[in-house]
T-cell receptor, first 113, second 115 residues
Framework: NAGVTQTPKFRVLKTGQSMTLLCAQD?????MYWYRQDPGMGLRLIHY???????AKGEVPDGYNVSRLKKQNFLLGLESAAPSQTSVYFC????????????FGDGTRLSIL | GDSVTQMEGPVTLSEEAFLTINCTYT??????LFWYVQYPGEGLQLLLK?????DKGSNKGFEATYRKETTSFHLEKGSVQVSDSAVYFC??????????????FGKGITLSVRP
């Protein structure tokens, strides 16, 4: 009964380093999302995907790239990390049929020094 | 564009007190409305939802009514418990069953309940 799993849970990077955050869901959901959460800002959508092989920009896409090569996985990449990308990152997935909610992972806390 | 405005926080209450968290929205169409809750160290969980005007969502003693005339979706609970301490987010989605059902979130409000 895993739901949405994010790895890693914590990471510290130096400015300019790159890394990939992994999101995996076992609910066979078509839609997947990446958000960032910052104090006083709520959640802001970075990128999303409506199916395998598709991605689209959200509200704050700059500095991030994503890939959805497999339906169950949605990867978020930082090519050259900046201190402004210090945040908590959440992945979510959703079944597009009917009135279904988004299911969230537990988050990845990322610090850029 | 769409927006969600929540009352400023944080909010601190004593156990068994009455809770109201205000939420108003701006949307171009006919949105669905949600309340999500985030417990410490966890991701967001759906608390309740309403998909059309005058609908009342309810769960775990919490209620919220979709008021189209006042564009509001205020969250209420008659008697809060220490275990209700969390961050609460109001959110809307313009096309819930559409091809790109994105959520627009409010900034969230932290609730602390004292024993």
């Amino acid at each position: 009964n895993a739901g949405v799993t994010q790895t890693p849970k914590f990471r510290v990077l130096k400015t300019g380093q790159s890394m990939t955050l992994l999101c995996a869901q076992d609910m066979n959901h078509e839609y997947m999302y990446w958000y960032r959460q910052d104090p006083g800002m709520g959640l802001r959508l970075i990128h999303y995907s409506v199916g395998e092989g598709t991605t689209a920009k959200g509200e704050v896409p700059d500095g991030y790239n994503v890939s959805r090569l497999k339906k169950q996985n949605f990867l978020l990449g930082l090519e050259s990390a900046a201190p402004s990308q210090t945040s908590v990152y959440f992945c979510a997935s959703r079944d597009p049929r009917g009135s279904q909610p988004q299911h969230f992972g537990d988050g990845t806390r990322l610090s850029i020094l | 564009g769409d927006s969600v405005t929540q009352m400023e926080g944080p909010v601190t209450l004593s156990e068994e007190a009455f809770l109201t968290i205000n939420c108003t929205y701006t949307a171009t169409g006919y949105p669905s409305l949600f309340w999500y809750v985030q417990y410490p160290g966890e991701g967001l969980q759906l608390l309740l939802k309403a998909t059309k005007a005058d609908d009342k969502g309810s769960n775990k003693g919490f209620e919220a009514t979709y008021r189209k005339e006042t564009t509001s979706f205020h969250l209420e609970k008659g008697s809060v418990q220490v275990s209700d301490s969390a961050v609460y987010f109001c959110a809307l989605s313009e096309s819930y069953t559409g091809a790109n059902s994105k959520l627009t979130f409010g900034k969230g409000i932290t609730l602390s309940v004292r024993p």
